[in-house]
């Protein structure tokens, strides 16, 4: 089944201790992107990635980072999160940008 | 940057009725997408439109591409309670990010 999987789903932990958010993606998509989903502000983009090795900013990607060694992932981590990152975090994917993108189920993210 | 203005914010109605929701930019996009984003789940694309004018039906939803490229709208006929989500308008140039509206949650009471 072609899909897009984000671990962990849920993660409650406290400012300051580095996290990672794994992304997969089994479609062969060359595109993905991170994006948060929060109240009032709908989505926006973290990073993105065109390629393998290949990666750029978004909209918000101050206080991230990100890397893309292999197609089919592209993890989002946090070096030293604070509590203005608690948010709803989406990786998707396609297989050009200009592609629709496919969107996995989410990580809740709440920092203490 | 680009900005899409979607609306209504939130919609509440009877099973049954039908739906209207829309998008407008400043911009011209040559893509516009709506997805519907279930409670606890990410955003699933409903209908793509890539053509000014272009009218497109999947099942109960129609959607349609303005022919200024600046808007476009989605309707939902005779609604059922599986309607219920928020649903983004997004629009996209060529080599350009894509633009996400703020989204539409919709209520539908039984």
Redesign the interface.
Known sequence: EAQ?TQNPRYLITVTGKKLTVTCSQNMNHEYMSWYRQDP????R?IY?SMNVEVTDK??VPEGYKVSRKEKRNFPLILESPSPNQTSLY?C?SSLY??Q???????TRLSIL | GQQLNQSPQSMFIQEGEDVSMNCTSSSIFNTWLWYKQDPGEGPVLLIALYKAGELTSNGRLTAQFGITRKDSFLNISASIPSDVGIYFCAGQLVSEKLVFGKGTKLTVNP
Do not use: K, N
């Open positions: 897009v009032g502000l709908g989505l983009q993105y978004g909209d989406f998707a940008r200009e629709p993108q496919h969107f996995g189920d989410g």
